[in-house]
Each structure stands twice: as structure tokens, then as C-alpha cells.
């Protein structure tokens, strides 16, 4: 499975199952970037830009307000992009900042066209961990947060008190998937931390039945 407890997911060494090597995924974000006349220079050090890219159907964020202030706590400029706009060059400019935050979902394929030194951050639905997209990200780093707790309504409280029960049950995984996801600000913070002083290494879940937190 993709879950976080079964893979020990870390930025150093996701997306090695699916691009062999770095050469390779290097080879094919430059394709993608050239396609639309974008450079491959290497993402600043420490990140100066910040992108939140958020879709315009429920599955968003619903502490969006806080989680760009605390990007601007860590960055000069960052801001938030729709996705409504599904033309090609225009889905990889999502991906042009040097910490792009998204919410799970089929728009994180674009991150392939992501250049050296850059950061994506994506965060899985509260009880959907094992929905984190395992797309080939060798050239750049990726981190994935879950969802802070939250309730739902249509899913057995059983179900909302164990993670493993959640993505058993099909009603459960569809409904969650459907909800804004309460991205957890402490969590994103001390991520933001590490990525500015080159210290990610350091971050560990630690899991209990219904959610694993970053630590």
C-alpha cells in the first residue's frame, strides 16, 4: 500500500520506485519546461516564492488565509493559483514557485516539470493517507502532511476512529474526499522550518490509529 505507515514515506527518497534514476526525471522535466519556453535553473536558496494551488470544486483547503500567512512567515512572496485553468504551459506554472503546497488530486502530475532545490508539499485528507500521489519527483523534494481531525458527516463514527477502517470502506473514502481538508498549521510550520535550513531529514511521523503527524 501507499500509506504512510507502510512506505515511510521522506522527501529523500519518494518517487524511486516510479523514475529510476535522477538523470532521468531530470530529463524529463527539461522536455516539459522547454515545450513552454521555461528555464531549469535550479530553485533559490533558501526559498524565496510560495504558491498554494487550489481547485474550485470542495476538495480545498479550509484554513486557507492561515496557511498563506504562515507561508509568508517563511518566504518574501507567496500566493495563492487556481487550477481552473487547465491549459498545458499554464499547469506547469503551478509548479514554478520554490514551495508549492497542494491539496491530493490529479493536478499534482504536473509537478514533474519541477526544477532542482524546489519544494511541493501536499496534504492528504484527514483518514485518506494512502491517497498522497506517488508521482516521480527525483529532481526536486516532496513532503506530504495529513489533515488535521476533523468530523464527517455519513461516515460511522467507527470509521471516522480508525484510518485503517476509513480506506476499507468505500462510503468512507469517497466521502472524505469530497470535504475541505484542515491543513495542520503547526505541522506545516516546523516543515517550513527544516526546508529553510536544510534540515528535512529530521522529520518523522508519528502515527496513532486515526492520523500520523509530522514530527
Given at each position: 500500500?501507499?500509506?504512510?505507515?507502510?512506505?515511510?514515506?521522506?522527501?529523500?527518497?519518494?518517487?524511486?520506485?516510479?523514475?529510476?534514476?535522477?538523470?532521468?526525471?531530470?530529463?524529463?522535466?527539461?522536455?516539459?519546461?522547454?515545450?513552454?519556453?521555461?528555464?531549469?535553473?535550479?530553485?533559490?536558496?533558501?526559498?524565496?516564492?510560495?504558491?498554494?494551488?487550489?481547485?474550485?470544486?470542495?476538495?480545498?483547503?479550509?484554513?486557507?488565509?492561515?496557511?498563506?500567512?504562515?507561508?509568508?512567515?517563511?518566504?518574501?512572496?507567496?500566493?495563492?493559483?487556481?487550477?481552473?485553468?487547465?491549459?498545458?504551459c499554464?499547469?506547469?506554472?503551478?509548479?514554478?514557485?520554490?514551495?508549492?503546497v497542494?491539496?491530493?488530486?490529479?493536478?499534482?502530475?504536473?509537478?514533474?516539470?519541477?526544477?532542482?532545490?524546489?519544494?511541493?508539499?501536499?496534504?492528504?485528507?484527514?483518514?485518506?493517507?494512502?491517497?498522497?500521489?506517488?508521482?516521480?519527483?527525483?529532481?526536486?523534494?516532496r513532503?506530504?502532511?495529513?489533515?488535521?481531525?476533523?468530523?464527517?458527516s455519513n461516515?460511522?463514527?467507527?470509521?471516522?476512529a480508525?484510518?485503517?477502517?476509513?480506506?476499507?470502506s468505500?462510503?468512507?473514502?469517497?466521502?472524505?474526499?469530497?470535504?475541505?481538508?484542515?491543513?495542520?498549521?503547526?505541522?506545516?510550520?516546523?516543515?517550513?522550518?527544516?526546508?529553510?535550513?536544510?534540515?528535512?531529514?529530521?522529520?518523522?511521523?508519528?502515527?496513532?490509529?486515526?492520523?500520523?503527524?509530522?514530527?
Amino acid at each position: 500500500g501507499n500509506t504512510l505507515r507502510e512506505s515511510r514515506l521522506d522527501a529523500q527518497n519518494c518517487g524511486s520506485n516510479v523514475v529510476p534514476t535522477t538523470t532521468n526525471a531530470v530529463r524529463f522535466a527539461k522536455a516539459l519546461r522547454a515545450r513552454c519556453s521555461m528555464g531549469y535553473a535550479p530553485a533559490s536558496h533558501p526559498p524565496k516564492t510560495a504558491q498554494v494551488l487550489v481547485r474550485t470544486d470542495n476538495r480545498s483547503f479550509v484554513n486557507l488565509d492561515a496557511v498563506v500567512d504562515t507561508l509568508r512567515e517563511a518566504v518574501p512572496m507567496a500566493k495563492v493559483v487556481s487550477t481552473d485553468n487547465l491549459e498545458f504551459c499554464h499547469q506547469l506554472s503551478w509548479y514554478d514557485a520554490d514551495i508549492v503546497v497542494i491539496v491530493t488530486g490529479a493536478h499534482v502530475v504536473a509537478q514533474a516539470s519541477m526544477r532542482p532545490g524546489q519544494h511541493v508539499i501536499e496534504i492528504v485528507p484527514y483518514l485518506h493517507e494512502s491517497d498522497f500521489s506517488p508521482a516521480a519527483c527525483n529532481a526536486h523534494s516532496r513532503h506530504v502532511l495529513v489533515g488535521s481531525e476533523r468530523q464527517y458527516s455519513n461516515v460511522p463514527g467507527t470509521l471516522q476512529a480508525n484510518q485503517r477502517l476509513c480506506m476499507m470502506s468505500s462510503q468512507c473514502r469517497k466521502t472524505v474526499r469530497k470535504y475541505p481538508t484542515v491543513v495542520p498549521i503547526a505541522e506545516l510550520r516546523l516543515l517550513l522550518q527544516r526546508i529553510l535550513t536544510g534540515k528535512t531529514a529530521e522529520g518523522v511521523y508519528r502515527c496513532t490509529p486515526s492520523r500520523c503527524a509530522y514530527t
